[in-house]
């Protein structure tokens, strides 16, 4: 079977491109194609592929800059021949899903997320631009969402990564989702060897403003309790200003370094509204709860009381109220870390493979 898969671009190792190694393991023979591709930013699994790009990759500055050119992707997917092919994957986050496929060629598409700064975050995105940036982005979002609409009508079976996804795809796209959860790496996130001291909160992110770092940090000024900060982004500056004395911002750590973070921590705080949310999956691999907002994705993976506690409200208040009931509660870290373990490669690539099979036998009768 011939089979084709598209992303948006290649320009890091997030958890899109997480879940394109597994369709890649899958589909061992299957053709690359995407906007652009920066191969040392890639895995060896990917980097070491034959990879299609785009026109957009061609432009000036594309490898850094891609995301300027979002206007002339959709012209970009469709020029793309995948003439031949018997099986078409998109892998959608960015324009993917548009691309045309060859009638009595099944197109399937994994959705990571409709394009959220053309939908439900057009305001925040919007207001974060200048105003000429502001008048450009208000007409290319327009065409945008009538061409993302469009294109849908062109995928033969979505796969959502959460049931907020499901809804999402429901809503701007009138279509029905199937669910398989993202993969989780389970061989690097685990409970510890041997009990460690669990000291200390943690916040785990990229420092741009929808994840509410800052919300986070404020609330833990008015705590005796200690909070390690790990990622970075545009945001750190501005919070290294006023930082509290008992938070310390550590910025990136390795891939190493991580999971220990993880497995001393006494709780992970996720206050951000997120597509799935592959974090407190990571955090409760090591056994530690999570206190999350009670919106989006992470309502799939965390279950209220047992690996964790939701709160209700984006604020200071809700977050130091839901510490102050964690404290009082208790949780079990292999029960965490056993319910965890639901989220690995091997459950995704078995129930991503069972869609495909049931599509294909559908197409065939």
């Known amino acids: 079977m011939k089979v084709a898969i598209v992303h948006y671009w290649l320009v890091g190792m997030r958890g899109g491109e997480r879940v394109l190694e597994e369709l890649v393991k899958l589909y061992p023979q299957a053709d690359l194609f995407t906007h652009v591709a920066d191969r040392e930013k890639l895995s060896d699994l990917l980097k070491d592929r034959p990879i299609t790009e785009t026109f957009i990759a061609k432009l000036p500055g594309a490898r850094r800059h891609y995301q300027k050119y979002l206007g002339l992707m959709p012209r970009a997917l469709e020029e793309l021949d995948l003439s031949g092919y018997d099986l078409v994957l998109s892998s959608e986050s960015g324009p993917a899903k548009g691309v045309i496929v060859p009638p009595g060629t099944p197109h399937i598409c994994y959705t990571h997320s409709p394009m959220r700064y053309i939908w439900d975050q057009y305001s925040a995105y919007s207001a974060r631009l200048s105003w000429l940036g502001q008048v450009y982005f208000s007409h290319l979002s327009h065409r945008l969402r009538t061409w993302d609409v469009c294109s849908a009508a062109r995928v033969d079976k979505f796969v959502a990564n959460s049931s907020f996804v ?4 429901q809503r701007y796209y009138h279509r029905e989702a199937l669910v398989v959860h993202p993969p989780v790496d389970l061989e690097s996130y685990h409970l510890p060897n041997q009990a460690a001291e669990r000291g200390h909160y943690l916040f785990v992110s990229e420092l741009v403003p929808y994840k509410k770092a800052d919300l986070v940090i404020e609330a ?3 705590l005796d309790r200690k909070l390690l900060v790990v990622g970075d982004g545009e945001q ?11 938070v310390q911002l550590l910025g990136r750590v390795s891939a190493e370094e991580l999971p220990g973070l993880y497995q001393s921590a006494k709780a992970l705080i996720f206050p951000a509204e997120e597509d799935f949310g592959i974090v407190p999956v990571e955090a409760m691999a090591c056994g530690t709860p999570v206190l999350a907002y009670a919106r989006g994705g992470v309502r799939d993976s965390v279950i209220n009381g047992r690996t964790g506690l939701f709160f209700e409200d984006q604020s200071t ?3 130091a109220d839901a510490i102050e009931r964690f404290e009082a509660a208790q949780f079990d870290p292999s029960d965490i870390s056993d319910h965890a373990s639901g989220f690995g490669a091997d459950r995704f690539r078995r ?3 069972g869609v495909v099979d049931t599509v294909l036998s559908d197409w065939a009768e």
Request: charged fraction near 30%; glycine fraction near 0%; avoid cysteine.
């Open 166 to 169: 499901a809804q999402r795809i």
């Open 220 to 222: 833990f000024r008015a």
């Open 236 to 246: 750190r500056a501005e919070l290294e200003r006023n930082l509290p004395s008992n």
């Open 317 to 319: 208040t809700s977050i």
């Open 351 to 353: 129930e991503f493979s």
